[in-house]
């Protein structure tokens, strides 16, 4: 069946500028994830939905990133105003309900969003 | 806190040779742990994860991973490697009660002719 997707696959972007990255999760997998992937930083968490609603938003660098999933299915992250730190790349994941699962479950990737900030 | 390292940023070997990458992971109780594969301007793709019982986990590819609880390892492992196999390899582990996944630095890995 068909994997997650993500939208645009490149953004390039001036500074100060606001994005809206989408994903597409696997059909039926009611939880998402967001990661970013940088060269100075490696991988970092962002952002966890269960459904429509986001326990851990602990990962998101500041009040310039924000996040919503509707329908319990498509996802977008907005960055605002837009900084050179912000570029890198934005991986979307999706899984089978976590509730009490405990991490057990397989968490499956896009291809990720690769966002450069002039 | 849950981690896991990754104590080589580069492993080079011949086609047809074995290859090992490493990773160690530091996890009070049971660990869950995921190796996760990742080719030039993609995303990760899931190979294998440990959960419990056999501590010789099969995946994809031909890869499989050995869980050592003595020396807190789970290292990646290929009886021959293809050149195809040259990646970025990364192991994980779930943390924040199971809400996230912590991943290791990476290993570059380069399988040469």
């Known amino acids: 069946g068909a994997g997650v997707s993500q939208s645009p696959s490149n953004k390039v972007t001036e500074k100060g500028k606001d994005v809206e990255l989408r994903c597409d999760p696997i059909s039926g997998h009611t939880a998402l994830y967001w990661y970013r992937q940088s060269l100075g930083q490696g991988l970092e968490f962002l952002i966890y939905?269960?459904?429509?609603?986001?326990?851990?938003k602990s990962g998101l660098p500041s009040d310039r990133f924000s996040a919503e999933r509707t329908g319990g299915s498509v996802s977008t992250l907005t960055i605002q105003r837009t900084q050179q730190e912000d570029s890198a790349v934005y991986l979307c994941?999706?899984?089978?309900?976590?509730?009490?699962?405990?991490?057990?479950?397989?968490?499956?990737f896009g291809p990720g969003t690769r966002l450069l900030v002039l | 806190a849950q981690s896991v390292a990754q104590p080589e940023d580069q492993v080079n070997v011949a086609e047809g040779n074995p290859l090992t990458v490493k990773c160690t992971y530091s996890?009070?109780?049971?660990?869950?742990l995921f190796w996760y594969v990742q080719y030039p301007n993609r995303g990760l793709q899931f190979l294998l994860k440990?959960?419990?019982?056999?501590?010789l986990v099969k995946g994809s590819y031909g890869f499989e991973a050995e869980f050592n609880k003595s020396q807190t390892s789970f290292h990646l492992k290929k009886p021959s490697a293809l050149v195809s196999d040259s990646a970025l390899y990364f192991c994980?582990?779930?943390?924040?009660?199971?809400?996230?996944?912590?991943f290791g630095t990476g290993t570059q890995l380069k399988v040469e002719l």
């Open positions: 440990y959960i419990t019982g056999d501590n």
């Open positions: 939905f269960q459904g429509n609603s986001a326990p851990d």
């Open positions: 994980a582990v779930p943390t924040g009660g199971g809400n996230k996944l912590t």
């Open positions: 996890v009070s109780g049971n660990p869950y």
């Open positions: 994941a999706s899984s089978l309900d976590r509730e009490l699962a405990g991490g057990q479950e397989t968490q499956y």
